[in-house]
């Protein structure tokens, strides 16, 4: 099969670990005899530097005609000032909305060789298998008005939460159907002892419901979900969510593995078409850590999150299960010898650079 994928490196560590996620999928391409099409484009600081913009045009229409779109990082202290008119941030909103991006998919399954990573105790850690469905292109991040003025009374600032309908129904849709494929437990997270988007979001949840009879559905405030994430992890399946407290609660959950370097990402929109049975999506595939500007160019970067992303998009975009499969396992595998970068590393581990941690699971793809 044939398959086209835009590549945006990015900024800060981005380059580094999108070299080893390339790296990964040439692996899968001897091995199972695909051919992936990279189409290299500029997002971030670095479109900001060349091109004056954070997503110039040409960006947005090569991953239109993608499959995928493959993504390093954006963002750095060379473009932080937030009165700045132009920042690396706009870049990722903007192809977000340009390619109606949706639904953020962030999976948190625990490695048993990793359970010692994290600051949390194995035994609450033990048995973590969930992932969390953040609503990606509304809420209030993007509501208007949002501006800052100055009156008599001094400064004031204003951000709008707003939900429709449409939004709510589609991602507590894709949050049922990713339970139904799994352990059927959903949990819907809002505030709706405050907030009427919350409410309206919980009424919307209730409703579809009816049509899942065989997934449990349980609401949970969003300051409760943030404790019983820490307090018993191993609880979850599937968490759906708005926006902002999606951006918090994943970060969160992250550390439950140890390092953010450890965990994928996917964020899928509208765009579909079925092969082979199945409904595929067009998605971007990228790590959660951010650019990390502070270990640029030292080898230090942990490529799992992007290799891990890599299997996402195999699977989500794709349909290739077996070779996400194939990805996933050599992951596992490496992890069991004790190779880890320095974010992970242990006692009696080997300290790996970023390209010998890409290199090494590589190999492991194409020896099986």
């Known amino acids: 099969m044939e398959f086209d994928i835009t590549v945006l490196p990015g900024d800060g560590i981005g380059p580094e670990v999108v070299a080893e996620g390339l790296k990964v999928l040439n692996a899968i391409s001897d091995r199972f005899h695909h051919t992936f099409r990279f189409h290299h484009a500029l997002l971030g600081g670095i479109a900001i530097d060349t091109h004056g913009t954070a997503m110039p045009a040409e960006t947005l229409d090569t991953a239109k005609k993608s499959d995928a779109v493959l993504l390093g990082a954006v963002g750095g202290p ?16 903007g192809i977000r909305k340009g390619l109606n991006l949706f639904a953020n998919l962030r999976p948190i399954k625990l490695m048993s060789s990793l359970l010692h990573a994290s600051t949390i105790k194995p035994e609450t850690l033990d048995g973590t298998d969930l992932i969390i469905v953040r609503e990606l292109t509304g809420g209030l991040y993007f509501g208007k008005p949002s501006r800052q003025w100055t009156n008599a009374q001094g400064r004031r600032a204003v951000d709008t939460l707003a939900y429709s309908e449409k939004e709510i129904r589609r991602i507590l849709l894709t949050g049922f159907e990713l339970a139904r494929g799994r352990k059927k437990r959903l949990t819907s997270v809002d505030k709706a002892n405050v907030l009427t988007t919350s409410r309206l979001w919980r009424a919307i949840a209730n409703e579809l419901a009816v049509d899942y009879p065989d997934v449990k559905l349980e609401h949970m405030l969003v300051d409760a979900c943030a404790m019983h994430l820490i307090r018993r992890p191993a609880a979850f399946d599937v968490i759906v969510t708005e926006n902002m407290f999606g951006d918090i609660l994943t970060d969160e959950a992250s550390m439950l593995a140890g390092s953010m370097g450890m965990l994928p990402s996917a964020s899928l929109g509208t765009r579909t078409w079925r092969r082979n049975g199945q409904t595929l999506r067009l998605g971007l595939y990228e790590p959660i850590p951010g650019s990390a500007p502070d ?7 942990n490529p799992i999150a992007t290799i891990q992303s890599v299997a996402l998009m195999l699977r989500l975009s794709f349909g290739l299960d077996a070779e996400a499969e194939a990805v996933e396992k050599a992951v596992i595998d490496v992890l069991a010898l004790g190779y880890r970068t320095v974010d992970i590393m242990e006692e009696s581990a080997t300290l790996t650079t970023t390209t010998e941690m890409g290199n090494i699971i590589s190999d492991r793809i194409h020896h099986g």
């Open 78 to 93: 060379k473009w932080d000032d937030p009165t700045k008119p132009v920042r690396p941030e706009q870049g990722l909103l």
């Open 295 to 301: 270990i640029a160019g030292q080898g230090k970067a």
